[in-house]
């Protein structure tokens, strides 16, 4: 699938969307173990239309260490061990929702999964180089 990719060199940060991005209902903020924040928007059932990735430079290289998986090539990002509840996929975006611990009846996005990473960050890459 197709995503836009944008990066800020000054400001550190990669933007990924999918086409259907002007559907957006909301959005999450999560730090990843690595000091990489991700910012998220979902449409309204959950599947994530943007992303964008602040101080993407500290992902750089991707390394199982920042949460990249060479075999399949795909970024994970987010805290801790992934035990969802709830996967949504779009494009080459899925997002992982788990229970709410403060309010059961919700979902808390947990992480976010970006597949064909090495494709849609190479634009990154030949910027950090």
């Given at each position: 699938?197709s995503l836009?990719?944008?990066y800020?060199r000054?400001?550190?940060?990669?933007?990924?969307?999918?086409?259907?991005?002007?559907s957006?209902?909301?959005?999450?903020?999560?730090?990843?173990?690595?000091?990489?924040?991700?910012?998220?928007?979902?449409?309204?059932?959950r599947?994530?239309?943007t992303?964008?990735?602040?101080?993407?430079?500290?992902?750089?290289?991707?390394?199982?260490?920042?949460?990249?998986?060479?075999d399949?090539?795909?970024?994970?990002?987010?805290?801790?061990?992934?035990?969802?509840?709830?996967?949504e996929?779009?494009?080459d975006?899925?997002?992982?929702?788990?229970?709410d611990?403060?309010?059961?009846d919700?979902?808390?996005?947990?992480?976010?999964?970006?597949?064909?990473?090495?494709?849609?960050?190479?634009?990154?890459?030949?910027?950090?180089t």
């Amino acid at each position: 699938m197709s995503l836009r990719t944008r990066y800020s060199r000054e400001d550190d940060i990669v933007s990924l969307s999918t086409l259907d991005c002007g559907s957006e209902e909301g959005s999450y903020e999560v730090e990843s173990d690595c000091w990489t924040i991700l910012d998220v928007a979902f449409d309204n059932k959950r599947k994530p239309v943007t992303l964008e990735l602040m101080f993407v430079s500290r992902l750089m290289p991707l390394t199982a260490n920042n949460g990249y998986c060479s075999d399949t090539d795909t970024l994970v990002i987010g805290k801790g061990q992934i035990t969802a509840t709830l996967v949504e996929a779009n494009d080459d975006l899925s997002a992982y929702w788990c229970p709410d611990e403060d309010y059961p009846d919700d979902l808390s996005l947990v992480a976010v999964s970006l597949q064909n990473a090495s494709k849609h960050l190479t634009p990154v890459l030949a910027k950090l180089t």
